[in-house]
């Protein structure tokens, strides 16, 4: 058994590393951002800022869509949004500022945690296939982000897509999500 003070060491020294194989990093420009959410069924990215909300496809790291009225998403501390452009009319779940969630998993058994080793500095874990929880064997987890308090982390329905949200983003990506093994 690993003790607590063990647990936070290894964590501690771990820096952030690109995610291995098969994701590859989406860099983005977009400031401000105060909550993230996938559209239900679907890769693309809603992303709330301080200025509006827009419409982000994960895989070309283009914004498609975007409304800069500032009361678009109607409430103050808003944990769901309506969507604009490709997505408009459907309710978007968020995760960010003022709450919500986001998959922590993936159909074929990626998971990402945010740890925290040093409270109030948090770092974002991304746990393969098969690797066991940070809390059991901390030495597994591969650091993806370990910069600016988390608003953010999670999964795209399909699991073709990790989102780290900080007051930026940063987006993975990946072709196809493996069959799961049994």
Known sequence: ???????????????????????????????????????????????????????????????VAREDDEDTYGEHYPVAVTGVGPVAGARIPLAGLWGGGLRTFTPDGWRVAVVAPDWPAEKVALIPPGERDPADDPGAAVIIHDDDPIRAAGFSDSGRVLVVATSMLCLWTRDEVAPRRR
């Not at 003070?5 to 983005?28: N, Q, Y």
């Not at 809603?46 to 509006?52: A, F, K």
């Open 1 to 63: 058994m690993t003790s607590f003070a063990d647990l936070r060491a290894v964590l501690r020294s771990k820096t952030a590393v690109e995610p291995p194989a098969p994701w590859c990093s989406r860099p983005i420009w977009i400031g401000g951002v105060t909550a993230v959410g996938f559209a239900p069924g679907s890769d693309l990215l809603v992303v709330l800022s301080h200025n509006g909300v827009g419409v982000v496809d994960p895989f070309t790291a283009k914004t």
